[in-house]
């Protein structure tokens, strides 16, 4: 077997896992609304993470608008492209992971590097590299390993996608995800894109194996906010390639990100949940249709808002756009900053006032980051305490 592992020094990493799915697949129902707009920002998070691993220079903030169609940020016309492809290889792969007839091969995986790339053949999308290839440590800015030549990449990749494939019969899932990570890494199949593909296809093995709750295929994130620990789990490549080379500890450093990823996000989906409902009562108690909340949300996160992102996210006129905010600064909910097209809008003082009475926590008014810490440290605390009802009870409207 090529990058042998023991699954024996995993087993307890993936029993939790299964714990985890069938806890969280037992959930009562969520609002529609509050599910989608959970799934969006979990989706700019995973992108903006993984593709500025990779040195795309935006934020996540910039991703978010990008993602929602917002037009108006000002990010190079190159890296938008890029954005928009890493969210394309993502929709790509999860399209094809519910074929009956999918299987592991070289076409999906040049398939898939060809939309990471936006399709942009002078990086060497949709094709195998060619020459030397050095992978670079992006925190040390020294090489840390050589990949085998390229002219032995299609004869890996397809010995790669033959051992996933076999895997996949009778593997835990986390350890195919784990495994077609690190392969694709120490093969480097591509000029370009290589960290961005590695990634999605490790996210396409949870989501084949039944994991597909976005707290199971965001990892990206996670890595993102560990580096240090993201490329540290790929030592046990050597210097240079190596098929006999064990895999061992990236598998365990994979499954252990994935329980962390998860046990943190179960958490954040409580908080966030909770602050959802209160918003989006709020906004229809000031007399604002309920999808303002989607403006509303991003303000009290400390987003700024702009007409052009507020219409991308509600799909509503400019005219409607226009009437929405303005009822909502009426109210006090926002706070509009700017003239014309460079108006912004921010939390309104009252936002932060009534989120806080309505969860109990006090506040100060006078900072509104310090404000919003303390909300959700404090309803954070009492739910890992379990001081809190559990969702089920909370999260009772669907509609």
């Known amino acids: ?105 070289r076409e999906l995986l040049i398939g898939l590097q060809d939309r990471v790339l936006a399709g942009k053949w002078s990086q060497g999308a949709g094709r195998f590299r060619t020459g030397t290839r050095l992978v670079v440590n992006n925190l040390a800015g020294a090489v840390a390993f050589t990949p085998p030549p390229s002219d032995d990449v299609p004869r890996l990749a397809d010995e790669m996608c033959r051992q996933a494939q076999a895997m996949s019969d009778h593997e835990h899932p986390s350890l195919v995800s784990a495994w077609i990570h690190v392969a694709t890494a120490a093969i480097h199949p591509f000029g370009d894109g290589n960290g961005r593909s590695a990634r999605v296809l490790a996210s396409l093995a949870m989501y084949r194996g039944g994991f597909k709750r976005a707290e199971f295929t965001s990892l990206e994130e996670w890595w993102g906010r560990h580096l ?106 926002l706070e509009a900053q700017g003239e014309r097209r460079a108006r912004r809008y921010t939390g309104g003082e009252r936002l932060y006032r009534e989120v806080g009475r309505a969860l109990g926590v006090e506040i100060d008014l006078s900072n509104p980051h310090r404000a919003r810490e303390a909300i959700i440290a404090v309803l954070g605390e009492r739910l890992a305490k379990g001081a809190v009802d559990t969702p089920g009870t909370v999260l009772e409207h669907v509609d």
């Not at 903030?61 to 993502?90: F, K, N, P, Q, W």
């Open 1 to 105: 077997m090529m990058l042998p592992y023991r699954k024996d020094h995993v087993q307890g990493l993936w029993e939790e896992l299964d714990q985890w799915r069938d806890r969280l697949d037992c959930k009562g129902p969520l609002p529609r609304a509050w599910v989608g707009r959970l799934r969006r920002d979990l989706e700019a998070e995973a992108v903006a993470a993984s593709t500025i691993m990779e040195g795309v220079p935006v934020t996540v903030d910039e991703v978010r608008r990008i993602l929602a169609g917002d037009r108006t940020v000002e990010v190079r016309s190159e890296d938008r492209e890029l954005v928009e492809g890493y969210r394309g290889a993502m929709s790509f792969v999860l399209r094809r992971a519910d074929d009956p007839s999918f299987a592991w091969n």
């Open 228 to 333: 240090g620990d993201y490329y540290g789990a790929f030592a046990c490549l050597g210097s240079s390639f190596d098929p006999e080379a064990e895999v061992t500890p990236f598998i365990e450093a994979h499954l252990a990100a994935q329980l962390s990823q998860v046990r943190a996000l179960d958490l954040r989906e409580q908080v966030e949940g909770r602050i959802w409902i209160v918003i989006e009562d709020l906004v229809e108690s000031a007399g604002s249709d309920r999808r303002v909340a989607n403006a509303a949300w991003d303000a009290f996160f400390g987003r700024d808002v702009t007409a052009g992102y507020y219409r991308s996210l509600t799909d509503v006129s400019p005219a409607t756009a226009t009437k929405d905010l303005s009822v909502a600064v009426a109210a006090g909910l």
